[in-house]
């Protein structure tokens, strides 16, 4: 018995060549976007929402305040805003996924590990990318925000990459809960989590204890690099990039080991 | 084992909770062969697919595709799969997701030949949300054999199609166990094994309850079945020769025999009072029920003696 199972093993290990393998990344990656592209029903309230919130509180409600004021609203509403496209945009279709059975046919099949995850992440990133240009334009044509061409794309950079750990979030919660439970789920994390890190408001107006906590969560360290980006902290950066660097690895650790085991 | 398995479950056990989906099951699929696996709902057999898709583990003992871990994407390369319910992308269009699957694969079949074998030819260019539960499944179909598997998997395939898709799809899996692809059939229509298997596999709470040919299944109740009023004695008939049970049920007298011809005759012979005479012939689904209905009562019973 031994040696027939190692004779079909020689035979399957007989390989697909590397380029082969990345063209099935590539057709993935292309057919997660199209699919997206063609339904905006779904991504289209994930990138306004934010957009939305950005207009009423840190357009409208927050006129009266300075320039300053204005650069840091914008950041942090950025901040607020990329993370919906990952925990929504990555959580909940991988949430829906698992519970149509895509996913499951997914696993049977020979699909490159991780190449149905990429094709997501690609998309949150793109989503990402538009939230950042839709506050960009508000804050420069009805704020009148001030902001050099570079601190504009470095806080375009900083949220097309900070999607990232929240995607990480966003499909750990989506292979823990399956389908139409995500999206509360999601906002219990989302919005709280906004607040405790000082999206909404800025930190210093938080009760001193919230203030000490705020480490603790992600998206205060993706706000320290976006009013970076906007020239509003000059304190180092490496520290928070590290720590969501570590954040999205471990979880996205985590999740990717539950889909393989699990589904 | 022999190195014509393509496929193996060894005494494969999976629970869920209380209940034992799988209770030690060995199943072999050799290579070429079309194997269908019957059972009635919570047999086991969805349990059996997903333990050898590699989609969950076995609590105990062991699955193998190709000698190796189902999770091995290398083992997965060799099979194609269709599933009983996948909700694919709606807004992809055919050609998209046949060109997905197949990017998949190191040696996929031809884009045209997997369109015309498949029988899809005339909905490439069709959004899959757009059409018909029947037309989704012959694209599923042929997303499962793009790949030029070595085996496939086809998880109730023929369910939604009419039956000129189904002999269609019938024709299809002909070809493909012609060409040497060996095809694990899980279905609940009896004709369907009848007419595509080589060897049958009934499931039931969890356990081998048959395995075999068709005809070696349609032996084990290659009975007749008589149905009659009459006075005559149940427990003399049932030692006629050729007789292989006669008992009273419900003031008829129903006589299963092997030579129904025979037993008939005798019985007009010896009863000329005898009315309403019904002879029928047991098919796979009465052989099938029959073996079920066995497993399941005898599980009652040691149920009933555990207690």
């Given at each position: 018995m031994?040696?027939?199972?190692?004779?079909?093993?020689?035979?399957?290990?007989?390989?697909?060549?590397?380029?082969?393998?990345?063209?099935?990344?590539?057709?993935?990656?292309?057919?997660?976007?199209?699919?997206?592209?063609?339904?905006?029903?779904?991504?289209?309230?994930?990138?306004?929402?934010?957009?939305?919130?950005?207009?009423?509180?840190?357009?409208?409600?927050?006129?009266?305040?300075?320039?300053?004021?204005?650069?840091?609203?914008?950041?942090?509403?950025?901040?607020?805003?990329?993370?919906?496209?990952?925990?929504?945009?990555?959580?909940?279709?991988?949430?829906?996924?698992?519970?149509?059975?895509?996913?499951?046919?997914?696993?049977?099949?020979?699909?490159?590990?991780?190449?149905?995850?990429?094709?997501?992440?690609?998309?949150?990133?793109?989503?990402?990318?538009?939230?950042?240009?839709?506050?960009?334009?508000?804050?420069?044509?009805?704020?009148?925000?001030?902001?050099?061409?570079?601190?504009?794309?470095?806080?375009?950079?900083?949220?097309?990459?900070?999607?990232?750990?929240?995607?990480?979030?966003?499909?750990?919660?989506?292979?823990?809960?399956?389908?139409?439970?995500?999206?509360?789920?999601?906002?219990?994390?989302?919005?709280?989590?906004?607040?405790?890190?000082?999206?909404?408001?800025?930190?210093?107006?938080?009760?001193?204890?919230?203030?000490?906590?705020?480490?603790?969560?992600?998206?205060?360290?993706?706000?320290?690099?976006?009013?970076?980006?906007?020239?509003?902290?000059?304190?180092?950066?490496?520290?928070?990039?590290?720590?969501?660097?570590?954040?999205?690895?471990?979880?996205?650790?985590?999740?990717?080991?539950?889909?393989?085991?699990?589904? | 084992m022999n190195?014509t398995t393509v496929a193996r479950l060894a005494a494969a056990v999976k629970r869920y909770g209380p209940l034992t989906a799988l209770d030690g099951v060995d199943l072999a699929v050799r290579r070429g062969e079309l194997l269908a696996l019957l059972g009635p709902n919570g047999a086991g057999k969805s349990t059996s697919v997903s333990l050898l898709l590699g989609l969950i583990r076995p609590d105990t003992g062991r699955a193998e595709l190709?000698?190796?871990?189902p999770?091995?994407?290398?083992?997965?390369?060799?099979i194609?799969v269709m599933l009983q319910s996948?909700?694919?992308?709606?807004?992809?269009?055919?050609?998209?997701?046949?060109?997905?699957?197949?990017?998949?694969?190191?040696?996929?079949?031809?884009?045209?030949?997997?369109?015309?074998?498949?029988?899809?030819?005339?909905?490439?260019?069709?959004?899959?949300?757009?059409?018909?539960?029947?037309?989704?499944?012959?694209?599923?179909?042929?997303?499962?054999?793009?790949?030029?598997?070595?085996l496939l998997f086809l998880d109730e395939p023929t369910v939604?199609?009419?039956?000129?898709?189904?002999?269609?799809?019938w024709?299809?899996m002909?070809?493909?166990v012609?060409?040497?692809?060996a095809v694990v059939l899980t279905t609940h229509y009896l004709e369907e094994a009848d007419a595509l298997a080589q060897r049958v596999v009934v499931l039931g709470q969890g356990r081998v309850l048959s395995e075999g040919s068709v005809d070696d299944l349609r032996k084990r109740v290659a009975l007749t079945r008589?149905?009659?009023?009459?006075?005559?004695?149940?427990?003399?008939?049932a030692?006629?020769?050729?007789v292989a049970s006669a008992m009273?049920e419900?003031?008829?007298?129903r006589i299963a025999t092997a030579?129904?011809?025979?037993?008939?005759?005798?019985?007009?012979?010896?009863?000329?009072?005898?009315?309403?005479?019904?002879?029928q012939r047991a098919g796979l689904a009465e052989a099938f029920t029959e073996l079920t209905r066995d497993a399941a009562e005898a599980a009652d019973a040691d149920q009933r003696e555990a207690a």
């Open positions: 031994q040696t027939a199972s190692s004779t079909t093993a020689s035979a399957a290990a007989v390989g697909m060549p590397r380029r082969r393998v990345l063209g099935a990344y590539l057709e993935e990656a292309r057919s997660e976007c199209l699919r997206y592209l063609r339904a905006p029903g779904f991504l289209l309230p994930v990138m306004l929402f934010p957009a939305m919130f950005y207009l009423l509180f840190g357009v409208l409600m927050a006129r009266s305040n300075g320039a300053d004021a204005a650069r840091y609203l914008l950041a942090s509403y950025g901040v607020f805003g990329v993370m919906s496209p990952g925990l929504f945009g990555f959580g909940v279709s991988l949430a829906l996924e698992r519970d149509g059975g895509l996913l499951t046919f997914k696993r049977a099949l020979p699909m490159p590990p991780g190449a149905y995850l990429l094709g997501k992440m690609l998309m949150a990133m793109a989503a990402a990318g538009v939230v950042i240009l839709l506050l960009l334009a508000m804050a420069l044509s009805l704020d009148r925000v001030t902001l050099a061409p570079l601190q504009a794309g470095a806080l375009l950079l900083t949220g097309m990459l900070g999607v990232l750990p929240f995607c990480a979030l966003g499909m750990f919660v989506g292979t823990l809960i399956r389908g139409q439970g995500a999206p509360g789920m999601l906002n219990l994390i989302y919005l709280p989590m906004s607040f405790l890190s000082g999206l909404w408001m800025p930190l210093p107006l938080l009760p001193a204890f919230l203030q000490r906590i705020a480490p603790v969560w992600p998206s205060y360290h993706l706000d320290r690099l976006a009013l970076a980006a906007v020239g509003m902290n000059r304190g180092p950066l490496l520290v928070h990039v590290l720590v969501l660097a570590g954040f999205a690895a471990g979880l996205a650790l985590l999740a990717a080991r539950r889909l393989r085991r699990h589904g | 190195d190709f000698g190796l871990d999770q091995r994407i290398e083992a997965r390369r060799r194609g996948a909700n694919l992308p709606p807004t992809l269009r055919v050609c998209e997701l046949l060109r997905l699957t197949m990017s998949y694969y190191p040696n996929p079949r031809g884009y045209d030949e997997t369109a015309v074998l498949a029988g899809i030819a005339d909905l490439l260019l069709r959004p899959y949300g757009k059409l018909s539960g029947g037309q989704q499944r012959r694209v599923q179909f042929a997303l499962a054999l793009c790949g030029r598997p070595e939604g199609m009419d039956i000129d898709a189904r002999q269609k799809l024709a299809a002909r070809a493909l012609a060409e040497g692809c008589i149905r009659c009023v009459s006075d005559l004695d149940a427990t003399a008939i030692a006629w020769p050729n009273r419900d003031g008829y007298l030579q129904a011809e025979a037993v008939v005759r005798r019985l007009l012979d010896a009863d000329s009072a005898l009315g309403e005479l019904e002879v």
